[in-house]
């Protein structure tokens, strides 16, 4: 109990920036997981190639290698980014390419009639899309992108390969200076699992109160 007590605030301090890498990494993920899911759903073809490549590259390769790629290997073509940066930036690609899917997936299962029923009625294409399909969409889409984000705030421990100080480091830091390895992680996991709890029930009731909207 005396290590948890003075590792206790380390701790949360990791737990602070590994909460703000998650919130953060998901905002952005979802910018932009958007923006490629409509580049998929109604761009042309040159823009649905590019935006299906983007998700192939993203989803095809580990999102340990594209942390290391940005932090290692863009300072040989002049780019060189702090620790923090590096693993948001990573985090952001590579959840948008999947937020981009949930999208995409809410916007296929939008009955094609109704676009063809709000352009009869004069309404432009735009405002179709974002006062009748995109509520719709994301009313689908909602459950797999709440599961995206609980497992992206897992995936913020790969920031410790590249020596952001969030929880997991925070944990190894204590470990390796006190051999209390089986303490530590079990107390990281511990508080991981909370967090993602917590994201959990906060899902359940945004689902339920999107059920009743409709």
């Known amino acids: 109990m005396d ?5 206790l605030p380390l701790l949360l301090r990791g737990l602070a920036v590994t909460v703000g890498l998650g919130i953060s990494a998901f905002v952005i993920g979802c910018g932009l997981g958007l923006a490629i ?66 999208f995409r997936s809410g916007l296929v299962a939008v009955d094609k009639g109704q676009w063809e029923a709000a352009l009869s009625l004069g309404m432009a294409s735009a405002r179709i899309l974002r006062r009748i399909i995109l509520p719709q969409a994301i009313r689908v889409a909602l459950p797999p992108i709440g599961s995206r984000f609980i497992a992206l705030m897992k995936d913020t421990s790969l920031a410790s390969v590249v020596t952001v100080v969030e929880l997991t480091r925070v944990a190894e830091n204590v470990g390796s200076a006190t051999f209390r390895y089986m303490e530590m992680f079990v107390i990281v996991g511990v508080m991981y699992w909370i967090v993602n709890t917590l994201l959990q029930l906060v899902q359940e009731g945004l689902e339920r109160r999107m059920q009743r909207a409709y």
């Open 3 to 7: 290590l948890v007590g003075r590792a």
């Open 37 to 102: 899911a409509l580049a998929r759903f109604s761009g042309g073809r040159l823009l649905r190639f590019a935006a299906g490549a983007y998700v192939s590259v993203f989803r095809g390769t580990p999102l340990l290698v594209q942390i290391l790629l940005i932090y290692f290997a863009l300072p040989q073509v002049g780019v060189r980014l702090e620790p923090i940066p590096s693993a948001l930036l990573a985090l952001s690609l590579n959840a948008s390419a999947y937020l981009g899917e949930n």
